[in-house]
């Protein structure tokens, strides 16, 4: 079994920790068990430090201006909707640089209801100046992206995935800001992010059988996009579908169509989350098919494109 | 009880002429700190006018941002700031607004004017200080107002907690928040968080500088909160207190009436 990404992102923590003395890790009371070894080993440079999110933002904002690398992790609404003021103007308005880790995204936490769900975070953060957006669904890309950005001069906003889409990439694919051409084609250009490209890659083989070429984008850098190499792939194609765990207001889906729109007789197809809130219950399989991220519900939404 | 000394009346007409001339600020607000900041910066405070961002030097934090006016007049009296800086107050090109801008500031350490910031943005530097083993000492000012912020609690829960004995917040206690919500003990409140609690008048400069002066800065202790009894607008009478001065404009008589209250 491979390593999950939430492991990678505790074992990334304590290589860069031992190598860099200026990481400093806060918890808001998840991962401890994961980020013992980065505690012992990187003595005072570890905090769980209460249930209270937006003031560990604001903390985190203070390490950066004292010269440290603050990494932020705990649960995704608590830190992206609960304690948005306090990234917007303690990290980005004042220019800061620093990472956020999140977990539970989206409806990863499935059985936890509305309270533990975060699907519209992508909109929210690119709102903010000075922030990047990643979305790794691969320990690979995990440690690849992080090590890339953590010392950049923004605020990197990484969403770690509960899932993956047990896709082997090299570590050499991952390139921070750069989409990943999995596979070339002709007649369709499917852009996923995160676990989502299993999907993706299963519609993929439908169509094949179908004798429809599809060529796969994966995003796992949301902001900056890789907005060249999906136009590129959109003008040779002329049919475009986004699949993402996301809101389909302000999601990958919304910046994929502003980039490509004024292609001639372009078709496109936004498979994301509705507009309202998942109030279901099940696993996290189980409530992708109840809002319909499934490749059936995918074919089904693009059936009238090949029909000609 | 506060006296009727009035202290620092060059630096109070100052800012008025600042509002007059920007059209714009909190001039109440303003009175009520402007004792406290001046004393800091004249008195208290390490720092480097020429190099505000000095490795060596103490950070202040204005949380309270609508009280600027009383942290740009001492900026410029030490040199941070220059006299088109505050000419240029609200003005287009300017750097001085109406709550002080990390990133155009000299001397500002933190963009402050939604309430409840401060204290948080200002553990988390107390902390990055105490892991480096640096001594800087970290002091922050808050309204009484401003403590009706949750996220005010959470980092005074954190402060004590985390030792943060480098850090000495003080509390503009004009009762401006007891308008709103009555029962508002703020010294016991503090000492209920476990900070080490001094009352004092906020306009008496030896009674706040002894204070200071006898407060532990470590970096493995228990922090320190000033609560500063003050009057908003303390200086011209007609401005004192919760009434329309909170973000007025004199007109030339009332302008006229103020500077005589100054003289």
Redo the contacts between chains.
């Keep these: 079994m491979s390593k999950s990404t939430r492991q990678q992102f505790a074992d990334t923590m304590l290589a860069i920790g031992q190598e860099n003395q200026n990481l400093v890790v806060m918890v808001g009371d998840i991962g401890h068990g994961m980020l013992k070894p980065f505690a012992e080993f990187c003595v005072n440079r570890y905090y769980n430090i209460g249930i209270l999110e937006p003031t560990m933002i604001s903390m985190g904002a203070g390490l950066a201006a004292s010269g440290l690398c603050p990494v932020i992790h705990t649960i995704a609404p608590f830190m992206i909707e609960r304690a948005f003021e306090q990234i917007k103007l303690d990290f980005c308005y004042h220019k800061l640089p620093g990472n956020i880790v999140t977990v539970g995204s989206a409806f990863d936490y499935s059985n936890l209801g509305c309270t533990h769900h975060c699907y519209g975070d992508f909109a929210l953060l690119k709102t903010l100046p000075g922030t990047e957006i990643c979305f790794p669904a691969s320990a690979i890309e995990f440690d690849g992206l992080f090590r890339q950005s953590y010392q950049n001069n923004f605020l990197t906003i990484f969403r770690i995935a509960g899932a993956s889409h047990d896709f082997n990439f090299k570590s050499e694919d991952i390139v921070f800001g750069k989409g990943i051409c999995v596979e070339e084609g002709a007649d369709l250009t499917i852009v996923a992010t995160g676990p989502q490209l299993k999907m993706a890659l299963s519609a993929r083989d439908a169509l094949h059988s179908r004798g429809i070429s599809v060529e796969v984008i994966y995003i796992h850098t949301i902001r900056p996009l890789d907005v060249k190499l999906i136009r590129a792939s959109a003008e040779k194609t002329g049919r475009v579908v986004v699949i993402e765990e996301h809101m389909r207001t302000g999601g990958l889906g919304d910046d994929v169509l502003r980039a490509i729109y004024d292609i001639p007789n372009l078709k496109f197809h936004s498979a994301s989350i509705p507009d309202k809130f998942v109030t279901g219950y099940g696993t996290y399989e189980e409530l992708c098919e109840s809002i319909g991220l499934t490749p059936e519900e995918l074919l089904i939404s693009i059936s009238n494109w090949f029909d000609t | 009880m506060i006296d009727n000394k009035i202290l620092n009346k060059d630096l109070r007409k100052k800012i008025v002429d600042m509002v007059i001339a920007g059209k714009d600020g909190h001039i109440p607000s303003a009175f009520s700190i402007i004792d406290i900041i001046t004393l800091l910066y004249r008195n208290v405070l390490k720092f480097d006018a020429k190099t505000p961002e000095w490795l060596h030097r103490d950070y202040f934090i204005l949380s309270k941002g609508h009280g600027c006016l009383a942290l740009y007049v001492n900026l410029h009296r030490h040199g941070f700031i220059t006299d088109r800086d505050i000419e240029m107050f609200c003005k287009q090109g300017g750097i001085l607004g109406e709550h002080p801008d990390?990133?155009k500031v000299p001397g500002a350490?933190?963009?402050t004017g939604?309430l409840g910031?401060g204290l948080?943005?200002?553990?988390?530097?107390?902390?990055?200080?105490k892991?480096?083993g640096l001594n800087n000492r970290m002091f922050v000012l808050l309204g009484d107002g401003e403590c009706q912020e949750?996220?005010v609690w959470?980092?005074a829960?954190?402060a004590r907690?985390?030792r943060l004995g480098n850090l000495c917040a003080i509390i503009d206690w004009n009762q401006s928040a007891m308008q709103l919500l009555p029962v508002d003990d703020m010294p016991k409140k503090w000492e209920a968080f476990g900070w080490n609690v001094h009352v004092v008048n906020g306009h008496d400069e030896e009674e706040m500088l002894d204070v200071i002066q006898k407060i532990e800065f470590n970096k493995d202790g228990i922090p320190t909160v000033i609560v500063a009894k003050t009057i908003k607008g303390k200086g011209v009478s007609m401005l004192e207190g919760h009434g329309i001065w909170h973000h007025r404009i004199p007109n030339e008589q009332e302008y006229k009436l103020i500077m005589e209250a100054l003289s």
């Design positions: 990390r990133t350490e933190a963009s939604s910031h948080s943005f200002a553990i988390g530097i107390a902390l990055g200080l892991i480096q949750g996220t959470e980092a829960n954190v907690n985390r």
